[in-house]
């Protein structure tokens, strides 16, 4: 299948989407409920992060890398599920809809990066492969990112 190529996985919120400005108009919306994301429109509203979606496209590109999107869903927002794949889908394309991983697992997932803003929660400091933590003072934002793989592939 994929076992000939570089794995790389991606986040999806706070590193593909960007969630804090999502999360702040949707509580704008809705000042009156302590937890705004529970209301359906809040991830599939969310927008790219400046050169996610061009990197993205462009790593997946490449002729020796299998790239995949890997997010832990709002395990108690189930809308959350579809909104992410119509997120992806509205963005990325149909095509990519085959390659979204839902799971708040993240270290049961076998591959070569790990595309993440946060080092630990979900499994990403059991992640077998290599995590590139988005946001961090050496991959502050996808521009960095892509110069990382530029090198690496």
């Known amino acids: 299948m994929h076992f000939d190529k570089t794995i790389i996985y991606v986040d999806m919120d706070r590193v593909l989407c960007d969630y804090d400005e999502g999360y702040a108009r949707h509580k704008a919306k809705f000042p009156e409920l302590k937890y705004p994301q529970s209301e359906p429109g809040l991830y599939l509203g969310l ?3 400046p050169g996610a979606i061009e990197t993205y496209q462009w790593m997946d590109e490449q002729p020796e890398t299998a790239v995949f999107i ?8 189930p809308h959350c599920y579809l909104e992410k794949r119509q997120w992806v889908e509205r963005y990325l394309g149909m095509v990519v809809v085959k390659n979204l991983i839902i799971t708040p697992h993240k270290h049961l997932n076998r591959g070569d990066y790990l595309i ?4 630990t929660g979900k499994g990403q400091d059991h992640f077998a492969g290599e995590l590139i933590l988005f946001g961090s003072q050496q991959f502050p934002d996808w521009l960095e990112v892509r110069r990382y793989f530029e090198g690496r592939l």
């Not at 890997?70 to 927002?77: D, E, G, M, R």
């Open 116 to 119: 993440d803003d946060n080092a």
């Open 47 to 49: 927008n790219p992060m």
């Open 70 to 77: 890997l997010t832990a869903p709002s395990i108690n927002n």
